[in-house]
């Protein structure tokens, strides 16, 4: 009896590590920007028709693994542009409303607390303001830092700390926060599969995918590295989704954004 008892309390610890949880997740407002065209990213549909796109940073608290954040937003020195800064050929206009740094200092975090930076890919309105962390560890895709290696603007600057991954990766050793990789967008784009106690398995998507509708329609932007990947990656994701029964966060789609508890408020 004493044996099938210790036999289960086992079996129950070790289902109970394999389900690790993060603390908390914030939602940071990390700019915004207008398009005249929402086509640009759904091609053929919605032709001429202007469109806002949401930006956001995750910061993520994890009891032993300390604050993870997730992508940094377009460049801080935007907040000091009310006017915001034209993008010409995306035909956007960006914004943003306050800096991560003092987003982050109004939860009572610093630079320096933060661990690890992750990015879902390098592109100006995700990795802005790595330079804001020289402390943190950088998490890319190896085929992401090899795709910035051929560009000659460099979003952040050579030679930060990095760990570089290839394919999907468990991050802090307890299923709480896996790396998966999903190519298409960027020759190295990544998500993020996150495990919260009370809201569950949430999918932040990075650039996999920008609007809800391009998510149920399986629309991909012309101007995407590769298109079949591009679809690949979505039906993983849809995957992914499905076997945690998880939500499904897609970055730049504003009025899903507009539906989220923004900072200071958070996820557990
Ligand atoms: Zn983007």
């Keep these: 009896m004493r044996q099938i008892l210790l036999s289960l309390i086992m079996l129950f610890l070790a289902a109970s590590a394999q389900a690790g949880e993060v603390d908390r997740l914030y939602v940071i407002d990390c700019g915004w920007a207008h398009a005249v065209d929402q086509s640009r990213w ?10 806002d796109f949401s930006d956001n ?24 542009l009310p006017e915001g800064r034209a993008v010409p050929a995306l035909g956007q206009t960006w914004y943003r409303s ?8 109004a939860l009572g975090v610093n630079s320096g607390n933060v661990r690890y930076v992750a990015l879902s890919h390098v592109h100006p309105d995700h990795a802005g303001n790595v330079d804001e962390f ?8 190896k085929a992401e830092a090899d795709f910035l290696a051929t560009q000659s603007q460099k979003p952040f600057a050579p030679g930060h700390k990095m760990q570089p991954i290839e394919g ?24 993020l599969l996150v495990h ?8 932040l998507s990075g650039d996999a995918v920008h609007l809800q509708s391009n998510w149920d ?7 995407n590295y590769d298109k079949a990947q591009s679809l690949a990656s979505m039906e993983k994701i849809a995957r992914v989704l499905d ?5 499904l966060w897609i970055n730049h789609d504003k009025p899903s954004s507009d539906a989220r508890r923004y900072a200071p408020e958070f996820y557990e």
Excluded: M
Aim: with cysteine; glycine share 10%; hydrophobic share 40%.
């Design 168 to 191: 999907d990766k468990e991050l802090l050793g307890d299923d709480s926060l896996v790396i998966l990789s999903t190519p298409g967008h960027t020759p190295g784009h990544q998500s």
């Design 217 to 223: 329609n399986r629309r991909v932007p012309d101007f």
């Design 57 to 80: 940073c995750y910061l993520i608290h994890h009891s032993s693994g300390g604050y993870l954040l997730w992508d940094t937003g377009i460049t801080d020195s935007l907040a000091a």
């Design 196 to 203: 919260l106690a009370k809201t569950g398995y949430v999918i």
């Design 42 to 51: 759904s091609p053929g549909v919605n032709v001429g028709v202007p469109i």
């Design 134 to 141: 020289p402390d943190a560890t950088l998490i890319i895709q």
């Design 243 to 247: 076997e945690k029964h998880a939500q």
């Design 98 to 105: 306050q800096t991560l740094i003092a987003a982050l200092a």
